[in-house]
């Protein structure tokens, strides 16, 4: 069976500083890895996917992705914080083959960047 | 949230009740997934449909039935075998079964369902 972690559900940052969004991953197989965003009462949006090729990925709003299959991660990052993407980060996985396009996701990372 | 709707926006439900939760694309996508959202527990998978007139179970789909007799609608009906319905529930669409690197699932802004 597949599984996400997110082992921080909450992450501080100061507006400016790096951001950094871990996310780790359980696949029987190579995975396709996406990031969602959600603002608070609103469904979510996509951000980024994993698929194939270049290990970083580079997504909206100035959000990147690191996969690292040795580590099984997908982290999230941004190189300066603003205000505005404080909401909430889910990690999702998907095996590429059979499994009906189903998405498991992980439990949620609340970003709260602060001046 | 652009190409799917979903209402209302907000829901309550009496003991005893079955409520049914609308879901409706405009996207020509094949597929439709029904998540629901608590705090702290991430996004579960409901039900899920890959071509009209057929569906499948996710991973908590007692208490809940679906129907897809149309491709652009998925409507989730909360029964009341459902003891604990207070949720936030989110539907989902993607183009198509194929697992392919377009399959990218597009949210709607979700349901929230209080029970009364």
């Known amino acids: 069976a597949q599984s996400v972690a997110q082992p921080e559900d909450q992450v501080n940052v100061a507006e400016g500083n790096p951001l950094t969004v871990k996310c780790t991953y359980s696949?029987?197989?190579?995975?396709?890895l996406f990031w969602y965003v959600q603002y608070p009462n609103r469904g979510l949006q996509f951000l980024l996917k994993?698929?194939?090729?270049?290990?970083l990925v580079k997504g909206s709003y100035g959000f990147e992705a690191e996969f690292n299959k040795s580590q099984t991660s997908f982290h999230l990052k941004k190189p300066s914080a603003l205000v505005s993407d404080s909401a909430l980060y889910f990690c999702?996985?998907?095996?590429?083959?059979?499994?009906?396009?189903?998405?498991?996701f992980g439990t949620g990372t609340q970003l709260k960047v602060e001046l | 949230d652009g190409g799917i709707t979903q209402s209302p926006k907000y829901l309550f439900r009496k003991e005893g009740q079955n409520v049914t939760l609308s879901c409706e694309q405009n996207?020509?996508?094949?597929?439709m997934y029904w998540y629901r959202q608590d705090p702290g527990q991430g996004l579960r998978l409901i039900y899920y449909?890959?071509?009209?007139?057929?569906?499948q179970k996710g991973d908590i789909a007692e208490g809940y039935s679906v129907s897809r007799e149309k491709k652009e609608s998925f409507p989730l009906t909360v029964t009341s075998a459902q003891k604990n319905p207070t949720a936030f529930y989110l539907c989902?669409?993607?183009?198509?079964?194929?697992?392919?690197?377009?399959?990218?699932?597009?949210f709607g802004a979700g349901t929230r369902l209080s029970v009364l």
């Open positions: 989902a669409s993607s183009v198509g079964t194929k697992a392919g690197a377009k399959n990218i699932q597009y």
């Open positions: 696949v029987s197989g190579n995975p396709y």
């Open positions: 994993y698929i194939t090729g270049d290990n």
């Open positions: 999702a996985v998907r095996v590429p083959t059979g499994g009906g396009n189903k998405l498991t």
């Open positions: 996207l020509n996508h094949d597929a």
């Open positions: 449909s890959q071509i009209v007139n057929d569906f």
